[in-house]
């Protein structure tokens, strides 16, 4: 157990609907990425942010958007869902953010499984 | 061309057998090299962490980095079994800010039959 808890773990939805995904990150990590993989494409970078404020912007598009709350869980908005947005999107957290030794290591919960029907 | 190159297999070997995984990049600014597992329908976990060039071992895993080659590797000896899933390379610059965030290679996945 990664100690990262994501919600739904499953969600089955139709085109043009909007969902939220949520994460909960390890007690004490300040940052939370998000990330979708899918066959084709393989694990691509969202967003990550760290103690609320946005820190980095990867391969996130315009429908889609995250914020970061006090209480440090994440939620990840997707809006016009289109059938292609069919992915896997995992939440990770780490308690470093300004680098040292083990930068990489991302503690990754075990994913929101969205099909877009 | 893609950041960074992995062979997604799948790659099926017997148990006991020394694994080879691969995985090129171009990116020379990667100076953090990772290999991640993923079980199926978990989450990705660190499995190697390497800074720069050189190998790192760690029980039956050796992770090697070669810079010059932008060529990293991870090796599986006396493969078991449990170790089949996949197999993510996985690599980051210092991108400022306190912001390391992860390229990915698509993964390969490895069966170990009994």
């Known amino acids: 157990d990664s100690g990262v808890t994501q919600t739904p773990k499953h969600l089955i939805t139709a085109t043009g609907q909007r969902v939220t995904l949520r994460c909960s990150p390890r007690s004490g990590d300040l940052s939370v990425y998000w990330y979708q993989q899918s066959l084709d494409q393989g694990l691509q970078f969202l967003i990550q942010y760290y103690n609320g404020e946005e820190r980095a912007k990867g391969n996130i598009l315009e429908r889609f958007s995250a914020q970061q709350f006090p209480d440090l869980h994440s939620e990840l908005n997707l809006s016009s869902l289109e059938l292609g947005d069919s992915a896997l999107y995992f939440c990770a957290s780490s308690a470093i953010s300004r680098g040292g030794w083990r930068a990489g290591e991302l503690f990754f919960g075990e994913g929101s499984r969205l099909t877009v029907l | 061309q893609k950041e960074v190159e992995q062979d997604p297999g799948p790659l099926s070997v017997p148990e006991g057998a020394i694994v080879s995984l691969n995985c090129t990049y171009s990116n020379s600014a990667f100076q953090y090299f990772m290999w991640y597992r993923q079980y199926s329908r978990k989450g990705p976990e660190l499995l190697m962490y390497t800074y720069s060039s050189g190998n790192k071992e760690d029980g039956r895993f050796t992770a090697q980095v070669d810079k010059s080659s932008k060529y990293i590797s991870l090796f599986i000896r006396d493969s078991q079994p449990s170790d089949s899933a996949t197999y993510l390379c996985?690599?980051?610059?210092?991108?400022?800010?306190?912001?390391?965030?992860?390229?990915f290679g698509k993964g390969t996945k490895l069966s170990v039959i009994p």
């Open positions: 996985a690599m980051s610059a210092n991108s400022g800010a306190g912001s390391y965030q992860l390229t």
